[in-house]
């Protein structure tokens, strides 16, 4: 590779959103060295020639610019793939289409996701919000993701599908995970949100889990979510004291202090958001045991010392006080 010094120079002086694509394609091109290389059977040391220094020093530098893991991630997939104009996608033909609009599909629920979220945050943080309003909208985008993750149970090939989930795999050559919708930290923010100190009881694991992964989550949104909870300043990068039992759940993190001050009707919408995000969960479980669990497609999300059954319900709930 030529002047490759000014490749640098040129990734380091684009704007924000171009540079965030540039990003997705530098992650993307050394994703795609790593997989070619280990469906040829290379070595490690032979990977990494295959990759070239040039271009892992363009990843490394994108990388000190926007911090990420040190692989192909979610953020880069989904939320930085110039999905609607120039799709970033491994295959070609009908499975390059599938691929484009099963990562249009995560993007729409995200952008669904993110209007809950802000709904819930002027429910929970602006005195004059007004309660029904903010939840009306809340309940309304997550139906709508729900349709479109209906859409997909229903209507994604699974032949296609297989084609185009090898390349998304976990790295072969690095002890890292791939870029799964596990790592949307919009839908941690919605579940913190609506039910954080339900899930504190019921599931710690999901927080332990949030805490102990979250360089493969995009950093900005985790890391608000870890400003909620950590509210004595305590640093994001560690799990909080109340994890461990050394401090109550900082329920001011979640909606639930607003809830108190309300009667039955409101609580009663909050109820069906909380029903929404469940049905969410489900059919997503449903989802992944079609299309990847069953026929025996590879798990990125997961680490070997993980249930994936345990992953998938995670954010279930035994029985919510939706009165
Ligand atoms: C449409 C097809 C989908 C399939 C086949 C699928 C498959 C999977 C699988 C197999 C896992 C386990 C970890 C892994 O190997 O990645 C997983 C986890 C997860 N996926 Fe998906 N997924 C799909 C869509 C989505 C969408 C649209 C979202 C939303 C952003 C999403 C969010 C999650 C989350 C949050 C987890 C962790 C478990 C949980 O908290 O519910 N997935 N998915």
Known sequence: ????????????????????????????????????SA?????????????????????????QRQPSVDVLSYEDMILTNPLQSDPRVY??????????????GHQYIESELQ?????????????????????????????????????????????????????YGKNPYKDRLGPSGR??????AVSVLLIGEELFHQKPQFYRDVFRLSEYYPQRC??????????????????PRWLNGKADFPKFATISPVMERHGSEIRK??????SALDRFT???????????IEPGRPIVGVEAAESIESVLSQRLLRAVDQS
């Open 269 to 274: 919408l909050r109820a069906s958001c909380v």
């Open 115 to 167: 209007s809950a979220m802000d709904a819930l945050l002027e429910l929970r943080d602006s005195a004059e919000a007004d309660a029904r309003q903010c939840l009306a909208v809340c309940v309304e985008r997550l139906e709508s993701a729900n349709c479109v993750l209906a859409r997909f149970f229903e209507c994604m090939s699974p032949d296609l599908f297989g084609q185009f989930r090898v390349f």
């Open 183 to 188: 790592f949307s930290a919009r839908i941690v």
């Open 222 to 239: 985790i890391h608000e979510v870890f400003r909620w909870l950590s509210p004595d300043k305590e640093s994001a990068e560690l799990q």
């Open 1 to 36: 590779m030529i002047a490759a010094t000014d490749y640098e120079a040129q990734l380091l002086s684009l704007p924000k959103s171009e540079f965030e694509i540039a990003k997705t394609d530098v992650q993307y091109l050394v994703n795609c060295a790593y997989q070619i």
């Open 282 to 292: 489900q059919l997503h479980r449903r989802t992944a045991l079609k299309y990847t």
């Open 39 to 63: 469906f040829a059977g290379l070595h490690p040391v032979d990977a990494e020639l295959t990759v070239g220094k040039e271009l892992s020093r363009l990843a490394r530098l994108s990388r």
């Open 91 to 104: 295959c070609l033909g009908s499975a390059g289409v599938e691929e484009r609009d099963f990562c249009l």
